[in-house]
Antibody
Framework: QVHLVESGGGVVQPGRSLRLSCAAS????????MHWVRQAPGKGLQWVSL????????SYGDSVKGRFTISRDNSKKTLYLEMNSLRPDDTAVYYC?????????????WGQGTLVIVSS | QSVLTQPPSASGTPGQRVTISCSGS????????VNWYQHFPGTAPKLLIY???QRPSWVPDRFSGSKSGTSASLAISGLQSEDEADYYC??????????FGGGTKLTVL
């Protein structure tokens, strides 16, 4: 049974950093690409970032490019999102999701999300 | 402003068929496959349709997807009260970004 559990959210001041984690179980983590998707309060889903199964390829949404870094540790079956220079508009629930196709945004399993609030 | 355009709301009565549209461009829908997600607020989104019209095993055949050119549609037949949720289209953009539609809130009257 596939499980994805995010952690690391919380309240942080603008300009500070935060690292999110996503612990995976129930599937061969090192065989699948992983994504981060977020939802700001009252808004829709927004794609954040993608990392390939082996970490060699990464992509970012325009709103986080240069500030956020996605990474993974296949030995620990864990996905990460390092968020720097946080802004109030980064406030959102952050979901990690498993991709089941190499290309695209076909995400078959999602975590329950972790809330990040950027506020002074 | 989302790259993919969806109507903000849709509605239908139980048993009806409703469709939700998703409009994009040649760099996203026009050259990549479309996925659809169902989202109940406060829960994890759920994949409904992938590869334009394929259903995962857990999705009933009341849900169907289609794509033509730079647009896609999700159809729900035999509408049920439990279908009341937010629905999102999503695809890849050739600028190396994933993109989601703005979402459609479906109300079952």
């Amino acid at each position: 049974q596939v499980h994805l559990v995010e952690s690391g959210g919380g309240v942080v001041q603008p300009g500070r950093s935060l690292r999110l984690s996503c612990a995976a179980s129930g599937f061969s983590f090192n065989n699948y690409g992983m994504h981060w998707v977020r939802q700001a309060p009252g808004k829709g889903l927004q794609w954040v970032s993608l990392i390939s199964y082996d970490g060699s390829n990464k992509s970012y949404g325009d709103s986080v490019k240069g500030r956020f870094t996605i990474s993974r540790d296949n030995s620990k079956k864990t996905l990460y999102l390092e968020m720097n220079s946080l802004r109030p508009d980064d406030t959102a629930v952050y979901y990690c999701a498993k991709a089941f196709m190499v290309r695209g945004v076909s995400l078959d399993y999602w975590g329950q999300g972790t809330l990040v609030i950027v506020s002074s | 402003q989302s790259v993919l355009t969806q109507p903000p709301s849709a509605s239908g009565t139980p048993g009806q068929r409703v469709t939700i549209s998703c409009s994009g461009s040649s760099s996203n829908i026009g050259s990549n496959t479309v996925n659809w997600y169902q989202h109940f607020p406060g829960t994890a989104p759920k994949l409904l349709i992938y590869n334009n019209n394929q259903r995962p095993s857990w999705v009933p055949d009341r849900f169907s997807g289609s794509k033509s050119g730079t647009s896609a549609s999700l159809a729900i037949s035999g509408l049920q009260s439990e279908d009341e949720a937010d629905y999102y289209c999503a695809t890849w953009d050739d600028s190396l970004n994933g993109v989601f539609g703005g979402g459609t809130k479906l109300t079952v009257l």
